[in-house]
């Protein structure tokens, strides 16, 4: 039985995907060598006079979400989409920003869900790109990063950014597909995306909460109709509840 957290959300960003303007572009990452983007663990701090474009600050609308599935079949393999500038040929140094992670993996359920994703939102900690700094902004599902001056005149790019993160969730051992979508074009549709965003979120929120609380008092839950929409949240309140039993 395939689990499907978020397996009808996918679905959704293609529609709202083909509704883009006709400038999107997808681009194939292709399977060849090419050389990795220079590591920079520590201190790999990009100050506002070095900065060449920000991606999502707070004076802009930003969205970040991740979106895993067992179906293969929804995620295309090497693959990222840019709808608006790339950082090249921006004509402003700050863009909103929206970013999606696709993975398709394999043996997600009930079970290990909450601690995979847990492994899932630890490794962007291990994206250490030189020249590139991720901000934690105050709003939820909010990412604000810098890119400087050195790394733009070096060629960083958003193909860049997507093959480094394919290369990072593919060591994890169940990963088996990454695809990225990135939003630079305008506010109203990161807007638009971060609608799907939230349901994703709460949908993790709701797990979060199943997985770590063993009282379960569904009536004053104020996420009980996410459960009531999600088949998989359900299984896992069963499981636990069962548990809990014994």
């Given at each position: ?10 679905p959704?960003?293609r ?7 006709t ?5 194939e ?5 090419h050389t ?14 070095d ?15 991740i979106?895993?599935t067992?179906?293969l079949?929804?995620v295309n393999?090497d ?6 500038p ?5 004509q ?5 920003f ?6 398709g993996?394999?043996?997600f359920?009930?079970?290990?869900c ?8 630890l490794?962007?900690y291990?994206?250490?790109?030189e020249?590139?700094m991720i901000r934690?902004?105050?709003q ?5 990063s ?9 060629g960083f ?8 993160l394919?290369?990072l ?9 990454v ?7 305008s ?10 965003g939230?349901?994703?979120t ?7 909460r199943i ?18 929409e999600?088949?998989?949240l ?7 509840m069962?548990?809990q039993?014994?």
């Amino acid at each position: 039985m395939q689990f499907q957290l978020f397996d009808d959300l996918i679905p959704k960003l293609r529609k709202l995907m083909a509704d883009w303007p006709t400038g999107t572009k997808n681009h194939e990452l292709g399977t060849g060598s090419h050389t990795p983007w220079p590591q920079k663990p520590n201190k790999n701090i990009v100050f506002q006079s070095d900065t060449a474009v920000e991606l999502g600050s707070p004076e802009q609308e930003s969205v970040s979400f991740i979106l895993w599935t067992n179906d293969l079949s929804l995620v295309n393999q090497d693959t990222f989409t840019l709808n608006g500038p790339d950082m090249p040929d921006a004509q402003e140094t700050s863009l909103p920003f929206g970013k999606v992670i696709i993975l398709g993996g394999s043996g997600f359920n009930e079970d290990n869900c909450y601690q995979r994703h847990q492994e899932i939102e630890l490794a962007r900690y291990d994206l250490n790109l030189e020249g590139y700094m991720i901000r934690a902004a105050s709003q939820y599902m909010r990412e604000w990063s810098r890119i400087s001056k050195r790394a733009m005149q070096n060629g960083f790019d958003f193909r860049t950014l997507a093959q480094s993160l394919r290369n990072l969730y593919l060591g994890l051992d169940y990963i088996h597909k990454v695809e990225t979508v990135f939003l630079t074009s305008s506010i109203s549709e990161v807007q638009e995306l971060s609608d799907i965003g939230k349901k994703a979120t709460d949908r993790i929120i709701a797990m979060n909460r199943i997985a770590d609380q063993m009282d379960f008092d569904c009536e004053s839950c104020d996420l009980r109709e996410v459960c009531n929409e999600t088949v998989e949240l359900r299984k896992m309140h069963r499981k636990r509840m069962k548990q809990q039993s014994f």
